[in-house]
């Protein structure tokens, strides 16, 4: 079975200073990794993904993300912070096991950036 | 493109009453899927279609009915609603499947079960 773990419901911090968003992640095979950003009263939008290859990645509005397999990890950076990316941020994981090709959400991190 | 469209945006029910969410898409995408986002629990998928003719059940599938006669379209219905369907519900699509390519999520219904 696949699973994701966000363990901060809320992340504060101020503007032009780095952020990170912590995801953990359990599945049988190989982890497929996706980052989404939700902005209010909007649907989800993709900002970066791990399949393969370079351990760090590389997405949308300068984010990126480092995948850690010892730790089971997939974290969220930002080296400086924006007011505007304050969002809700959601981690995804899909097992290569899974033939299912169903993704399995963490409950969401509330990213707070304060001027 | 209009990308993912979603009606309506709002939506009360009352409990027994039955409804389809409408959901479109223009991309030409293979794959459609329907979630429910609730506080704290993040996304949980409901139903799902590969393709025109082809449906399966997410997590949570009960009291929910899909069908997928075209491309564009995935509908989801809502049988008899209960409080418990009171939720945010998103519909996403993407190229044949969610491994190597990303999902594009519409702007969500926001439905209410009193």
């Known amino acids: 079975a696949q699973s994701v773990a966000q363990p901060e419901d809320q992340v504060n911090v101020a503007e032009g200073n780095p952020l990170t968003v912590k995801c953990t992640y359990s599945?049988?095979?190989?982890?497929?990794l996706f980052w989404y950003v939700q902005y209010p009263n909007r649907g989800l939008q993709f900002l970066l993904k791990?399949?393969?290859?370079?351990?760090l990645v590389k997405g949308s509005y300068g984010f990126e993300a480092e995948f850690n397999k010892s730790q089971t990890s997939f974290h969220l950076k930002k080296p400086s912070a924006l007011v505007s990316d304050s969002a809700l941020y959601f981690c995804a994981v899909r097992d290569s096991d899974n033939a299912g090709n169903m993704l399995t959400f963490g409950g969401g991190t509330r990213l707070m950036v304060k001027p | 493109n209009a990308g993912v469209t979603q009606t309506p945006k709002f939506q009360v029910l009352k409990t027994g009453q039955s409804m389809t969410l409408q959901c479109a898409q223009d991309m030409n995408h293979e794959y459609m899927s329907w979630y429910r986002q609730d506080p704290g629990m993040g996304l949980r998928l409901i139903h799902y279609?590969?393709?025109?003719?082809?449906?399966d059940q997410g997590e949570v599938p009960n009291g929910y009915n899909v069908s997928r006669s075209t491309t564009e379209d995935f509908p989801l219905r809502l049988l008899s609603a209960a409080p418990s369907q009171t939720s945010v519900y998103f519909c996403?699509?993407?190229?044949?499947?969610?491994?190597?390519?990303?999902?594009?999520f519409g702007p969500g219904t926001r439905l209410t079960v009193l």
């Open positions: 791990y399949i393969t290859g370079d351990n």
């Open positions: 279609s590969v393709g025109a003719g082809i449906t």
């Open positions: 996403a699509s993407s190229y044949r499947s969610t491994t190597y390519n990303e999902q594009f």
């Open positions: 599945v049988s095979g190989n982890p497929y």
